[in-house]
T-cell receptor, first 113, second 111 residues
């Protein structure tokens, strides 16, 4: 069965500091990978998705970037965090194909002070 | 206008009541997902629907493609059903689908 790991679970960072959130998937190969953000009281918003190694699509202009250095590894980064980057960050995977079996990570709660 | 809209935003009911959460979606959504988010933030996938109806335990999901509308029903609701229920639509080409999320419905079941 598939497992998705995300760390850290919680993070408190000062404004202007860098960020690196990591997500890894086990039990599947060549998945689509996604980063979502949920601001307080809001719905989930797609930030980035990747259909393969080194392939990143950005959905919204922002202070963040993503990379996929390996098939089952997806990293969300920032060089300088803003207060507005606070939120709940969720990594997700999805199998390519019509049925699209999918899963969600446990999430990272980021607070920027 | 959001591509996926849910109602109600908040729902409080007594244990045992029949619960209905509604979702409307726009053109370009090829399949509909119902997800459950617990207080800690973790998300569990409940259903994926492109037609008809699916049932799992006390949960039933239906979709009407012509009306672009889906509903999630919970029979004999229980306090452990309290969570945020999210409707999400598949958008994009096969192999590169993206989920477009509704705002979520916060369900509270009181004992």
């Amino acid at each position: 069965s598939q497992t998705i790991h995300q760390w850290p679970a919680t993070l408190v960072q000062p404004v202007g500091s860098p960020l690196s959130l990591e997500c890894t998937v086990e039990g599947t190969s060549n998945p689509n990978l996604y980063w979502y953000r949920q601001a307080a009281g809001r719905g989930l918003q797609l930030l980035f998705y990747s259909v393969g190694i080194g392939q990143i699509s950005s959905e919204v202009p922002q202070n963040l970037s993503a990379s996929r250095p390996q098939d089952r590894q997806f990293i969300l980064s920032s060089k300088k965090l803003l207060l507005s980057d606070s939120g709940f960050y969720l990594c997700a995977w999805r199998r390519k194909g019509l049925a699209g079996e999918k899963g969600f990570g446990p999430g990272t709660r980021l607070t920027v002070l | 206008k959001n591509e996926v809209e849910q109602s109600p935003q908040n729902l409080t009911a007594q244990e045992g009541e029949f619960i209905t959460i509604n979702c409307s979606y726009s053109v370009g959504i090829s399949a509909l997902h119902w997800l459950q988010q617990h207080p800690g933030g973790g998300i569990v996938s409940l259903f994926m629907l492109s037609s008809g109806k699916k049932k799992h335990g006390r949960l039933i999901a239906t979709i009407n493609i012509q009306e672009k509308h889906s509903s999630l029903h919970i029979t004999a609701s229980h306090p452990r059903d309290s969570a945020v229920y999210i409707c999400a639509g598949d958008q994009g080409v096969q192999g590169a689908q993206k989920l477009v999320f509704g705002q979520g419905t916060r369900l509270t079941i009181n004992p």
